[in-house]
């Protein structure tokens, strides 16, 4: 593998949360770049993903700001829409998505059709904030305390976007 090479971080981040937020500062200990996936870009406004693509970019990018070490590392965020077709997956996103090493992601689905894949080593985070974007969608349609999963600048998002 290419050390060289910025290493991929895909995930759906329906919303982005402080345990996306804490893979990527372990991945910048690890990795000199580092390019966002997102996947499923193509859907929004649905109970498991219900945020388009550019809020989604949005939120990433708002925390971003707030966490300069890592944001230095980032070479770009870019959409991933999916296929539908696990064997087609993988080259569909190395079609989408610059060139790149290394692949991290909290998916076991993705983990699976990477390492099967072969062309990628697939690097495993340590779930230090067991946070899921599930729970953060359960609490905001139950009207529980969401908030503190999130980046103050993503609550602030997800606020003037009518979150609840």
């Known amino acids: 593998m290419n050390k060289n090479l910025p290493a991929l971080f895909i ?58 070490q890592i ?4 070479q770009t965020i870019i959409p991933a829409p999916d296929v539908h077709e696990d064997a087609a997956w993988v080259a569909h996103v190395e ?19 990477f390492a099967a894949a072969g062309t ?3 690097k495993n985070l340590e779930m230090r904030k067991p946070i899921s974007a599930t729970e953060v969608r359960r609490r905001m349609k139950n009207g529980e305390n969401w908030k503190e999963l999130l980046p103050k600048s993503v609550s602030k998002i997800l606020k003037e976007i009518n979150a609840k």
């Open 120 to 122: 990628h080593e697939v």
């Open 95 to 113: 079609k989408l998505l610059p060139v790149f090493g290394a692949v991290y992601t909290g998916s076991p689905e993705v983990k699976k059709l």
């Open 11 to 68: 995930g759906r981040f329906q919303p982005f949360h402080k345990g996306h937020l804490d893979a990527l500062s372990q991945i910048v200990a690890r990795e000199n770049k580092i390019i966002i996936g997102i996947g499923s870009a193509q859907y929004s406004l649905l109970p498991e993903n219900p945020f388009t693509v550019e809020d989604r970019t949005r939120m990433i990018a708002a925390a971003l700001a707030e966490n300069p």
């Open 71 to 74: 944001q230095e590392r980032i």
